[in-house]
């Protein structure tokens, strides 16, 4: 199948459950995961009409956006060490998954004139081998992040457990909505959610998904990672 046949697939599939889910159409936001694809599978999903695409090691971002100049928008949605902060802050629209203020401040400090949008990213699992703050805390986080320069803080970000069947993620997409809609009732820019991959952004999606992360569906199956 080639990328622009994939992506139909997708943007069908996610159609359709937007509409199934009762939401507007253009609710939902498809970021195209390239990590480790090369530039000429990006040119060929931008040549089909994607502008959102995510990265999810640092200096990957760097390189690729120093070779693709078309206009496409940059998400990083990695693991961010601060000290790789350098090359994503002025780079990246998004920062998805952003879960203690210090690693805020610093991408607040290198975004220029023009802040980075960042997401609160929450262990919703309560997985202990996992990053990202627990729900219990995280709505003090937010609100923290809400008061740092350079940085606006749009929305809440998860990868839920490892599950076989995508339904049995449901209650975890779930649990993010409904911690976005406390923050947001006590006055926090929640808005976006980022959720779902390949194989379960259809129910992160009924769950009020805005921004699903699709890879493999997309590309295909990711070549080796160099070095
Ligand atoms: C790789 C990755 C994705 C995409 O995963 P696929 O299963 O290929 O769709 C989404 N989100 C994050 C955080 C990732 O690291």
Sequence with gaps: MSIAANLDRVRATLRGATAAAGRPADAVRLVAVSKIQPVAAILEAAAA????????????????????????????????QRNKVKYVAGRATLVHDVDNLPLAEEIGKRSGERPTGILLGVNIGEEPQKSGVLPKDALALAEAMTRIPGVTLQGLMCIP??????????????????LAARGRAAGLPLHELSMGMSHDY?????????????????????PPRAG
């Design 49 to 80: 009409g994607q502008v959102d695409f995510g990265e999810n090691y640092a200096q990957e971002l760097r390189d690729k956006t120093a070779e693709i100049t078309l206009p496409v928008c940059w998400h990083f949605i990695g693991a961010l």
């Design 161 to 178: 457990p490892a599950v076989d069947e995508p339904s049995a993620a449901a209650p975890y997409f779930a649990a993010l909505a409904d």
């Design 202 to 222: 259809a129910v992160a999606i009924q769950h009020g998904a805005t921004l699903v992360r699709v890879g493999t569906a997309i590309f295909g199956a990711r």
